[in-house]
T-cell receptor, first 115, second 113 residues
């Protein structure tokens, strides 16, 4: 059984650029969530994808967008990068959306630095 | 916004001692979960307690939940150097569960060998 894999591990971008982060969910998990964690803070929910559709969104602007593919892998896209977007981006997968209590399996994250 | 607040923000104890961390939250929950994070990397799920449960055990971990006080505690017994990490509580407050987690600010635990 594989865990959640994120790529790349580290990334440096210039303000105004666009970035795509990738996540492969754990085998058997069809729900993927993305979180942003600023230094010294707890993770903040960005959005969740279930069966290729966005299912819930946190307080993030539209320049944060995502995709989920038929194999349940996912991408996070951020346009017009700002310095405050510098953070650790975490992907988490879970067995299913809806009724039930499940812990999430997190990837190791992508450290994004915007300069 | 942060739903939960962990207390203390930082904790240093000798190896072998017990460590207790507390979490308070603001709204009704489906469940509350505890996660560990080493050196700013990915989070590891430790334990989940449902809103109708009061106490749960897993190995050296003991979690309590008091929904009337909107608080939870995590006890790590017989601490080890490998327990050094940040610990976060996270609440699931959504209607159907498993839709999003709201994390607290974390407790930084240091185990002194």
């Amino acid at each position: 059984e594989t865990g959640v894999t994120q790529s790349p591990t580290h990334l440096i971008k210039t303000r105004g650029q666009q970035v795509t982060l990738r996540c492969s969910s754990q085998s058997g998990h069809n729900t993927v969530s993305w979180y942003q964690q600023a230094l010294g803070q707890g993770p903040q929910f960005i959005f969740q994808y279930y069966r290729e559709e966005e299912n819930g969104r946190g307080n993030f602007p539209p320049r944060f967008s995502g995709l989920q593919f038929p194999n349940y892998s996912s991408e996070l896209n951020v346009n017009a990068l700002e310095l405050d977007d510098s953070a650790l981006y975490l992907c988490a997968s879970s067995p299913q959306q809806g009724w039930g209590d499940y812990g999430y399996t997190f990837g190791s994250g992508t450290r994004l630095t915007v300069v | 916004s942060q739903q939960g607040e962990e207390d203390p923000q930082a904790l240093s104890i000798q190896e072998g001692e017990n460590a207790t961390m507390n979490c308070s939250y603001k709204t009704s929950i489906n469940n509350l979960q505890w996660y560990r994070q080493n050196s700013g990397r990915g989070l590891v799920h430790l334990i989940l307690i449902r809103s109708n449960e009061r106490e749960k055990h897993s190995g050296r971990l003991r979690v309590t939940l008091d929904t009337s006080k909107k608080s939870s505690s995590l006890l790590i017994t017989a601490s080890r150097a490998a327990d050094t990490a940040s610990y976060f509580c996270a609440t699931d407050t959504t209607n159907f569960g498993n839709e999003k987690l709201t994390f607290g600010t974390g407790t930084r635990l240091t185990i002194i060998p």
